[in-house]
């Protein structure tokens, strides 16, 4: 009786040191095999397996009376500078309250006392607005200008909107809906709205608790020592099957509803494919089109401004790695082929040997970019991850063709990759940071953005596109506490999301990119910062902030499917390396950091007609033993031919391997510059924090300066500055001026057959291009002195919204019988006919005398809506440069 007593009590001895061991630890969270500590709160395992979770988010402090507001047309921020609001203090009387009379484009600024008392709870705020000055504008000029300098015609006004502080307002000024839209009852110009604010959302707080309540017996199943990674796997499980709809195929988030390309693409790539692969393929057919895959709604109207939808090829290659169908090969191969095809006409930039587009996943436009920048800027642009996406595919498509036995096919694509592999390590490569740029952008010219981008700077390992950098970008890509933020530094005065936002999926691919870089630890510190959110939270979030690790963002979500295979991935993808191959084969390679050692298992995996139990012991990432059916092997992986049950016991060298990671504090940097034209004087505001501005011509640094103007202009040039701290980091680049540029214009109007618009619209001697009016114009122009120009023309395009849809108009440019480039025409606001745009910048040679152009529409330039590609188009410009 004493022998078992003592045994026990030295189980149970051991069970408390092993609880109380420190898996990771840090400033700001510790991380248990039972718990998570961050200051107050605890996550922690129950026996049962549930977790328990006492979070609060900092963010639900009472707020105070004083409250921001600001007035949007056409849902846009245009009514006061950035970062520039109303200031009200709410004073209710009996639950209710009514602003002051505010008049719109006059900043107002309460002055009752009380500005710092706590506000009362559910209160109705009747907001009261005089939009008198804006409808002279309209009577007087036909248009009202606004701040930024844009003209919205009387034609183009669709209503007024509000946007502010306080829940539920918020200052997404691109997606503010029709409950916050303000009314005139009786004509008069003045414009109320009646809204409650400051009411309860649940989802701005923790549950207390999460428990099994679902069937997750038919999953991989997971037994860890460490009683926390085991609990917050089966909750993904948990959501996993939450998120599986009736029509088979994955949803999206708890507020997502439909598959979305490139969420259920890297969902897959991450661990998706093995959990469920048949919804994965049903997901993924899901998204495709006339043999193509498609664009989701993005901003400007979707592809081509967004052009990462080839993150389909990832995922339909990792099904096929792991299912061995040769049907699904063929067809991925056809899908995956003619949209590159598209691609390489529409998105890719021979200059670079880049491709453009908008940041892969980061399509918030003003949460990425300087807000100058339009859609056809972002169009112009090209972006770090994008470019890693587009050559991932171009090498999955090159081993496609080789499976397919096309030799001539498999050339070329592999060809390609090679050359823009080349391209991203030239245009992108940061020697002083010693990581990957964020993107290149401009107008006549390119700059860089030396910001890092997680996703990039993570896919440039993944892909083997670092090569004897690997260890540089896991090193010196800053990472916070919290985990590695989207981007580093941050724009200021913009709510977290993208921007000062951290994304379980981008941590889970930047964990595999240091586990692949053997950098144990950067992979330690980032699987705590997975493990802590999902704790915390009790679900796998969509995003948190990266300045504190709260989950209050200006946009989130419950189970967001690729958080959730985010966590399923760090099990299947790390901790077990687990990977397929071409030639039928399962592998393993673990990465168990030193802290995470202990035994796992993982039974129930069941890939193709094979069952799978595997036994890992130890820490490390090299293998000391492999025992397969209880004889040991020295190759480290199973056929997948056949039918079988495999027992594996892995048994690691238990050889720490350590790194380093650039830990940094979070950072805003400075503010853009607006800069203008005087005479022959460069004029910028002066920017709080700077210690210099960077001034550049033509795309090259002309010089540093202290002073905010610049005289003695080159004619024809262009010029943009930048703000620099006292750390060296840097501002956005202004908008890009041209001083005094020779503006070459030509009407289209006279050189169409039909002259008639099918919508409502005020410009002059605009024309309607579409699949049915005007496919094809020509026209010739003669010039005077021949050479290099750039060219852009004048458009209009109402068929949606500056954020979503799929109404992007394009349409081929020809110069003297020669294709020259495509035309890429964004959407501007939904039916803003009269709101007039630039397409994107086009380099061109010109000869002396008569020149002939032509625009037409070719098969490449359907968009993702494929009935409606419309656009009006006004003149053609051209400015000869130097």
Known sequence: MKILTFIIVLASLISCQNKSKTLYQNSDFSIYPNKVTQGPFVAEVQPDGSITSNYKSPSNQPPQRTIEIKFSINQKDNELPFATNHQIVVKPKNGQYTTPLITFGKQFIDKEPGTHEALESDISMTVKLDMNPVFQSFEKDGYYQDLNGHKIYKEDFKGVFLAGN?????????????????????????????????????????????????????????????????????????????????????????????????????????????????????????????????????????????????????????????????????????????????????????????????????????????????????????????????????????????????????????????????????????????????????????YHSPKSEALGESFSVLFDVADDRKASVIENTPVLTWGIPCVYPQIPDIRPYHNNGIWPFVQSFWNMSAAKAANETALEHGLSALYRASAMFLTNKENMVAENGDFITALNSDRQLWSVAGNLGMVYKILFGIQFTPDNKITFSPFIPQSYRGEMQLSNLKIRNKEFTITINGYGNQIKTFILDGKESALHEVSLVGKAKHTIEIEMANKTIGGRINLVHNKFHLNTPQAHIQKNTLIWNKIDGAQAYEIFKNGQPLETSKENYIDQLITNAEYTIRAIDKQGDMSFLSEPVLYSPELIRTNIKPFTKDKGLTVDASPKNFIEVSKTKNRTLEWTTSITEPGHYKLYFEYANGNGPWNTDNKCAIRTLWINNTKVAPIIMAQRGLNEWANIGHSNIIDVQLKKSKNTFKISFEPENENMNFDNNKALIGNMCMIKTE
Not at 177 to 204: A, C, G, M, W
């Open 166 to 446: 306080i829940t539920p307002l918020n200052f997404d000024f691109e997606n503010l809906q029709e409950n916050v839209q303000l009314k005139d009852s009786n004509n008069d110009h003045i414009y109320e709205l009646t809204i409650d604010i400051n009411t309860f959302d649940p989802d701005r707080y923790v549950k207390p608790q999460w428990k099994l309540s679902k069937d997750i017996s038919n999953y991989p199943q997971l037994k860890s020592d460490h009683q926390l990674i085991e609990a917050l796997y089966n909750m993904a499980l948990e959501e996993t099957v939450l998120l599986s709809e009736q029509d088979g195929t994955f949803r999206t988030g708890a507020k997502w509803s439909g598959v979305w390309t490139r969420d259920v693409s890297y969902s897959i790539v991450l661990g998706m494919g093995m959990v469920d692969i048949q919804r994965a393929k049903k997901s993924l057919l899901k998204k495709t089109n006339r043999n193509r895959i498609i664009q989701d709604t993005g901003s400007g109207g979707a592809w081509p401004v967004s052009s990462d939808r080839t993150t389909w090829a990832m995922a339909a290659w990792e099904i096929y790695l792991i299912s061995g169908d040769p049907l699904w090969l063929d067809y991925c191969y056809q899908v995956i082929s003619n949209s590159v095809e598209d691609d390489r006409i529409v998105v890719f930039n021979p200059d670079y040997g880049l491709y453009r587009g908008e940041s892969s996943f980061l399509d918030w436009r003003i949460q990425t970019y300087p807000r100058w920048m339009d859609n056809v800027d972002i169009y112009s642009s090209m972006n770090l991850g994008t470019n890693l996406v587009h050559y991932r595919t171009l090498h999955i498509l090159s081993k496609m063709a080789e499976l397919q036995k096309q030799t001539v096919q498999a050339e070329k694509y592999a060809q390609w990759a090679a050359q823009l592999k080349e391209a991203i390590n030239q245009h992108f490569w940061n020697e002083e940071k010693g990581y990957y740029s964020q993107y290149l952008y401009g107008r006549n010219f390119t």
